[in-house]
């Protein structure tokens, strides 16, 4: 998978290069690349932004750099699933993660101030796909940190990123609730133990169980998950709970 990510904090986008993702890019399983959005600017202060037209307060991110970034990054016809980072959009969930890790080509733009001109996006949009995503209802200063957890819910569903593919396999909002409680050795710790049947060593038990524990804490967490959930998916025993 190639990524490429348009910042004019580079250095926001450092955590990329360690751990799990860092690995994959030494490995050549992820082709990512962080770029400066000063690097298409031409005057002496490298100004990125000027006053919102129409007046109001803030800066506004103006479209030239933009338009020569695209120019250089996409100079081809293979073109990119271009993201925007921004409070205005679609709420990012683990099923556009899922669909994002199967895409061949995708480019992060990250908005600074009080955005990005407007021109920018639909400009983009006449040449390639392009998505507004939100990562949840509240205002940054910038697009980095959406990006930042975006590539890793991607990443991390990318074939061979992860390593051990099986830890996919019970991981939360894969069946629509949230995973059970999770504990390790010792036994007992500060008064409390580790409820018996994952010690019992019956398999059975344990998966029932953690279903169980995984109804009750969507249903006392995220209620709204499990209104969502498609009834066929929960075998008898479940209904029941
Ligand atoms: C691209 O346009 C942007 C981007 C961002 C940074 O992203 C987020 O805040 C975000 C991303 N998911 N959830 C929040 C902030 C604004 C903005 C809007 C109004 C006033 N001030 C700033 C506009």
């Given at each position: 998978m190639k990524i490429d990510v348009v910042t004019v904090f580079p250095e926001y986008l450092a955590p990329l290069d360690l751990s799990l993702i860092g690995r994959a890019r030494e490995r050549g399983m992820l082709d990512l690349n962080v770029h400066d959005l000063r690097r298409w600017t031409h005057d002496v202060h490298h100004s990125v932004d000027g006053a919102p037209a129409g007046g109001g307060a803030g800066m506004v991110m103006k479209p030239q750099p933009w338009g020569e970034c695209f120019d250089e990054l996409i100079p081809g016809e293979a073109k990119p699933h271009l993201l925007v980072t921004s409070p205005a959009g679609r709420p990012f969930t683990q099923a556009m993660a899922h669909d994002l890790a199967a895409e061949p080509w995708l480019m992060f733009a990250c908005g600074r101030y009080?955005?990005?001109?407007?021109r920018v996006v639909d400009y983009a949009a006449e040449r390639m796909e392009v998505t507004e995503v939100s990562i949840g209802d509240y205002v940054l200063f910038g697009g980095e940190v959406a990006v930042l957890a975006i590539i890793e819910a991607v990443t991390r569903l990318?074939?061979?990123?992860?390593?051990?593919?099986?830890?996919?396999?019970?991981?939360?909002?894969n069946a629509g609730v949230l995973e059970a409680p999770a504990y390790t050795r010792p036994a007992e710790w500060r008064g409390h133990e580790i409820p018996p049947v994952l010690l019992s060593g019956d398999h059975g038990k344990v998966d029932r169980w953690r279903r169980e524990q995984a109804l009750l804490r969507t249903a006392r967490a995220r209620p709204d998950l499990l209104a969502r959930l498609d009834p066929g998916s929960l075998d008898k025993r479940d209904r029941l709970l």
């Open positions: 009080e955005g990005i001109d407007q990318v074939p061979g990123v992860l390593g051990n593919a099986a830890s996919l396999d019970d991981e939360s909002h």
